[in-house]
């Protein structure tokens, strides 16, 4: 299974990845960034394809994904 | 299993980009390019005046600033004085395509050694979302609040189709940001555009539609599927030449 890091503090709140991850493996986040932003997290418990289309997708480039 | 990080070529800053906006992924594929083909220590890009004005905060290489529209002018001298060097431009519709016409068919024409990064949201961005020469018909902006006419605003000007008329010209592809597919594609078409250039073969131009949900009124993802289902009609897809 593949592991997404997301650098919280980068994100914008766009929701570009969630849109794009084809198990709904990432949700927007009630919480806020230091840029007051609700950022997104990825769910550690979900079974990612690894398909990279959230961090091909992220304007921000703060989506890493590791095995 | 594959992996994925950011590019060395691209710094670990926070850009000042709108949330969406294209420009992020765009910087991040020339960088990948940039990687990917071992040329960071030779490359110099030329920043446009218009979003990415300073799009040389977030490059991880060598890059000059242009006045507004006039960054072929400069990128044309630079790679004459330094031929060894893998120079490109990164230019929006405004600047290239309003403001820098005269320059970019010019240095098309004279088939200039360069590689160019289009990027067409197809509004002014930075000065406030007003109506630029690629605006769609019908599209409304700042300045055209009924939408563009064609009687009164004329027609979207395309660039790409005017330029690989010309000669000089090596290579003219037209990509979108529309999906994950959309800009894996368009990270190909850049590459080719750099190998031109590494080969000599000529000018060489990507022109990508990509997303301003901010000044076309629309979340992030509807953005990318205004560009599927509207922008992609009036600029079609596909390599020009």
Redesign the interface.
């Known amino acids: 299974m593949?592991k997404v890091i997301i650098n919280v503090?980068?994100c914008?709140?766009?929701?570009?990845c969630l849109?794009?991850c084809p198990k709904g493996l990432i949700k927007k986040s009630k919480k806020l960034n230091l840029?007051s932003?609700n950022y997104v997290e990825f769910d550690p418990q979900g079974e990612c394809l690894?398909c990279?289309?959230c961090?091909?997708?992220?304007?921000?480039?703060c989506?890493?994904?590791?095995? | 299993?594959?992996?994925?990080?950011?590019p060395e070529s691209?710094y670990d800053n926070?850009?000042h980009?709108?949330?969406?906006?294209?420009?992020?992924?765009a910087?991040?594929l020339v960088a990948q390019v940039i990687d990917e083909l071992g040329i960071r220590e030779k490359v110099i890009g030329v920043a446009p005046v218009g979003c990415a004005v300073v799009a040389y905060d977030y490059w991880n290489f060598d890059c000059s600033e242009a006045a507004h529209g006039r960054a072929l002018a400069v990128a044309t001298a630079i790679k004459r004085v330094h031929p060894e060097n893998i120079v490109f431009t990164y230019q929006g519709d405004g600047d290239l395509a309003a403001i820098g016409t005269n320059e970019t068919i010019h240095a098309a024409n004279r088939g200039e050694n360069l590689t160019v990064i289009f990027i067409n949201n197809a509004v002014y961005g930075m000065t406030g979302g007003q109506m630029a020469p690629t605006t769609l018909l019908h599209q409304k902006t700042s300045t055209s609040l009924e939408g563009r006419n064609a009687a009164l605003h004329g027609y979207p000007l395309k660039i790409s189709e005017m330029l690989a008329l010309l000669p000089g010209v090596c290579y003219i592809e037209r990509v979108a940001f529309d999906?994950?597919q959309g800009?894996?594609k368009a990270q190909q078409a850049v590459k080719l555009a750099f190998e031109n250039q590494i080969n000599n073969l000529g000018f060489s131009l990507v022109e990508i539609l990509s997303p301003c949900?901010t000044y076309w009124g629309l979340?992030?993802?509807a953005a990318?599927d205004w560009i599927q289902e509207v922008m992609k009609k009036e600029f079609p897809l596909g390599r020009l030449k």
Not at chain 1, 12 to 16: A, E, H, I, S
Not at chain 2, 17 to 25: D, E, F, K, L, M
Request: charge should be positive.
């Open positions: 593949a503090q980068k914008k709140g766009c929701l570009l849109n794009f840029r932003l690894g990279l289309q961090a091909v997708v992220c304007p921000e480039c989506i890493e994904i590791r095995e | 299993m594959r992996t994925f990080k950011r691209l926070s850009t980009y709108c949330p969406g906006c294209g420009h992020g992924i910087h991040r999906s994950p800009i894996l949900p979340n992030p993802k990318l």
